[in-house]
């Protein structure tokens, strides 16, 4: 049997294991080490407390595994295994652990119980080559990373940039699996043609001009995401002259809300921080959960992700050309030399040249991809891919 631990129900994940279950080719269970996100959860990020509002244990075999109290899913230490997975994976008869990356201390122990008990073990990590390591990091993170990756059998790589760093480290040609790093498409698609016909109306309520180009940032309103590259970018004098002038609409919230609002001309407001400045005008929509966020991709003409290296993919740009609507991303994204380059170069920019970005919204105005190249893009970031590359490796093992 194959077993998949993973800090908590994550709504990018959970479709894979139901595609999986679905296939039926592989015995597996989903083993969780926390209810976050399922259960009311804070996030600190968000500032406040949410809970997913779809259905994220249907579907598939899954447990609940024994973790200290208080567990924080985002700390390293945060999230530490109370058992030793050997009896389980003995009394499961495992013979595959499949860990979701190495940022939290459980990984690193369910591994060493894995391997202690002569059970193979895989990777699928976000992690990426993108990151600047400050020189005083470089050798403990070589030597302890060098340490977990000697007892990985199997590394399934999301994009070419996580391929890299596994390669930068030694690890060899035939232990790196391609599983490209997706969402459940068929949803985020299906979502945006439920909401399409309602545009105008969405658009209307969020005080959207009609005639404006509309500009999406999904997701927290925190530094490493650099949110307010963006209205600096669209504050160019260069606006002026075009037939439609841009408007931002930002969904999600966090520390940098205040600050995004002064920097603005606010027209709706559904934080009600009663803020607001002289700039590019803009909507705040607040946290839009599962079921909601395809409103935000349906009212908006692109999305813009302009985060630092710390954004290891960016699944929202999935979300977002998965729903139809282009996008411009920074060049210290995870994926945007997978998702973005091959559309157009100028849509992948140097993050923080407000320049490059500037030039890419104009892109987008004025000749953005086609639904049917946004579409072919997305067909190979697909669930069914991870599910064939998955079996495939199962199978070749088992035989």
């Known amino acids: 049997m194959l077993v998949v631990l993973t800090t908590h129900p994550i709504q990018y994940q959970v479709p894979l294991w139901r595609a999986l279950a679905k296939e039926g080719s592989i015995p597996f269970e989903v083993w969780y080490l926390s209810r976050h996100g399922i259960d009311p959860s804070p996030d600190a990020e968000f500032q406040q407390t949410f809970k997913w509002d779809i259905d994220l244990l249907a579907g598939y075999p899954y447990e609940f595994l024994q973790t200290h109290a208080n567990q924080k899913v985002h700390h390293f230490w945060g999230v530490r295994l109370e058992e030793n997975l050997k009896k389980r994976f003995r009394e499961k008869k495992v013979r595959a652990l499949w860990v979701q990356g190495w940022q939290v201390f459980a990984y690193w122990q369910a591994v060493w119980q894995a391997h202690e008990a002569g059970v193979k073990v895989w990777l699928r990590g976000e992690s990426n080559d993108l990151a600047p390591i400050p020189l005083w990091k470089r050798l403990p993170k070589r030597i302890l990373l060098g340490a977990l990756f000697k007892k990985i059998d ?7 940039a996580n391929r890299r760093l596994y390669k930068r480290y030694g690890v060899s040609q035939e232990q790196l699996h391609s599983t490209p790093y997706g969402v459940d498409n068929e949803r985020f698609a299906r979502q945006a043609k439920e909401f399409l016909p309602k545009r105008a109306e969405i658009r209307r309520r969020w005080k959207i001009p009609e005639e404006a180009f509309c500009i999406l940032f999904a997701g927290k309103l925190i530094p490493k995401k650099r949110p307010l590259d963006l209205v600096q970018a669209v504050r160019d004098v260069r606006f002026k002259n075009r037939d439609k002038l841009p408007h931002l609409l930002f969904a999600g919230s966090g520390e940098l809300g205040r600050k995004l609002r002064q920097t603005c001309c606010v027209v709706f407001d559904a934080e009600k921080m009663n803020e607001g400045g002289e700039g590019p005008t803009a909507s705040f929509v607040g946290f839009l959960n599962q079921t909601e966020i395809s409103k935000a991709y349906v009212a908006a003409d692109c999305l813009v992700l302009p985060s630092d290296h710390r954004e290891t993919w960016g699944l929202v740009v999935n979300e977002a050309l998965a729903s139809g609507i282009p996008c ?17 170069p100028k849509l992948r920019f140097p993050m923080g040249n407000q320049e490059a ?3 890419a919204i104009f892109l987008l105005m004025e000749n953005p991809p086609s639904s049917r190249v946004l579409y072919e893009q997305m067909t190979k970031f697909g669930i069914e891919i991870v599910v064939q590359s998955v079996r495939e490796l199962y199978q070749s093992w088992e035989r």
């Open 328 to 344: 411009a991303v920074s060049d210290t994204c995870g994926c945007a030399e997978d998702l973005i380059h091959a559309l157009h």
């Open 357 to 359: 970005l500037t030039e």
């Open 154 to 160: 199997h590394f399934l790589y999301i994009g070419e």
